[in-house]
């Protein structure tokens, strides 16, 4: 497994919700790497005050960004990719949130572990502080500044997401509107996500039903059964009577192109 997911921040750019629409759709009509570059290039450099691509300005940052969740992933996160973007092409659009939320937090560790800290406080006080998430995050990180800034940009996205929203106070956050999971195979796969944003790939079913780093979802009543028939790559270890954990048990996907494998399945 590719360490650096795990111990670099890697997010040091504002992510919005409809350049992963943009991208992922760009990705469905088998684009290749460079044609989805350019388009993006194109079409999101209205929102850059300086474009720069030739100097590695803001928006080629962030289209790096987009290529790593949906295009450029590591070996491991390359069977995730292809379930998400066939979620993507058969659910809907209120779906799509929770399958962008999924495959940024598998590539990017970090935003799950923003999403961590601001669920518990959610959780403890019904709102979260920004310079709260950002104390705990420099716990967890490193108390740079580099760390407070790029905690900042994931919060940045998290309200352009619509899942924290401003409230009356400066830097204080609430809750926005959750998105309930119904889909089954999008429960699992999301599951299977937030397994491997972890370092061991695994937790106990008991702790994985209002996990904090999902808080903008609600997940029905998760039961190993159900997630064995809808998630390929999950596992149940039994540990005792009542003691289960949830496991990553990946099976690779063949070397196809992403359409090539759609009009496989659907045979």
């Known amino acids: 497994m590719t360490k650096s997911r795990f111990t670099q921040i890697g997010l040091d750019r504002l992510v919005r919700?409809?350049?992963?629409?943009?991208?992922?759709?760009?990705?469905?009509?088998?684009?290749?790497?460079k044609d989805v570059k350019a388009i993006l290039q194109n079409e999101l450099s209205g929102a850059f005050r300086s474009?720069?691509?030739?100097v590695r300005g803001s928006l080629d940052k962030t289209i790096t960004v987009l290529l790593k969740v949906w295009l450029m992933v590591p070996a491991e996160?390359?069977?995730?990719?292809?379930?998400?973007?066939?979620?993507?092409?058969?659910?809907?659009?209120?779906?799509?949130m929770a399958i962008h939320w999924g495959m940024v937090m598998a590539a990017y560790p970090?935003?799950?572990?923003?999403?961590?800290?601001?669920?518990?406080?959610?959780?403890?006080?019904?709102?979260?502080?920004?310079?709260?998430?950002q104390r705990r995050i420099?716990?967890?990180?490193?108390?740079?500044?580099?760390?407070?800034?790029?905690?900042?940009?994931?919060?940045?996205?998290?309200?352009?997401?619509?899942?924290?929203?401003?409230?009356?106070?400066?830097?204080?956050?609430?809750?926005?509107?959750?998105?309930?999971?119904?889909?089954?195979?999008?429960?699992?796969?999301l599951v299977e996500a937030f397994l491997c944003a972890r370092t061991n790939g695994a937790i106990p079913l008991k702790e994985l039903q209002d996990n904090p780093s999902l808080?903008?979802?609600?997940?029905?009543?998760?039961h190993t059964k159900s997630l064995m028939a809808a998630g390929a790559n999950l596992g149940i270890l039994h540990q005792g009577i009542d003691d289960e954990l949830v496991m990553l048990h990946v099976r690779r996907?063949?070397?196809?192109?992403?359409?090539e494998l759609f009009s496989k399945r659907r045979l």
């Open 215 to 222: 808080f903008p979802f609600r997940l029905k009543q998760i």
């Open 77 to 96: 996160l390359e069977s995730l990719r292809v379930g998400g973007l066939e979620l993507l092409s058969r659910l809907k659009r209120r779906d799509h």
């Open 138 to 189: 420099r716990e967890q990180y490193g108390d740079r500044a580099t760390v407070s800034r790029r905690t900042r940009y994931v919060l940045r996205s998290y309200l352009d997401w619509g899942v924290l929203q401003e409230t009356g106070e400066k830097g204080i956050y609430s809750a926005g509107p959750h998105l309930a999971i119904e889909d089954s195979r999008l429960a699992a796969w």
């Open 51 to 54: 474009p720069g691509t030739d």
């Open 17 to 33: 919700l409809v350049w992963l629409e943009q991208t992922s759709s760009l990705v469905l009509t088998n684009n290749t790497a």
């Open 253 to 259: 996907q063949p070397n196809v192109g992403t359409e």
């Open 110 to 133: 970090f935003w799950s572990g923003v999403a961590t800290q601001v669920g518990r406080l959610l959780r403890l006080q019904g709102s979260a502080a920004a310079a709260h998430v």
